[in-house]
């Protein structure tokens, strides 16, 4: 299969994300790399200590385009 170049960085990321303790990232939609959810574990010793985090990203056909510092400032 031919991927593009977003499409490629994401997966990327998704793998170096799940293996983080306390980190999950899925799609959310099997089929569709550019909508993800993430699951993120308060730390221990802390105000969110036993709580369950839920984050949604959604990314385009120009993910990482810019460099992160340009893509800071947008």
Same mark, same amino acid.
């Given at each position: 299969d031919m991927? +593009?170049?977003?499409h490629?960085?994401?997966q990327s990321e998704i793998d170096e994300a799940n293996n983080e303790k306390g980190l999950i990232v899925r799609r959310l939609?099997? +089929?569709?790399i550019f909508e993800?959810?993430?699951l993120i574990e308060g730390l221990p010793q802390t105000i969110w200590e036993n709580g369950v985090f839920q984050i949604f990203m959604k990314f385009?056909?120009?993910y990482n385009l810019f460099s992160k510092h340009r893509a800071a400032l947008i």
């Open positions: 991927y +593009s170049r977003a490629l960085i994401i939609i099997p +089929s569709n993800l959810v993430a385009d056909e120009n």
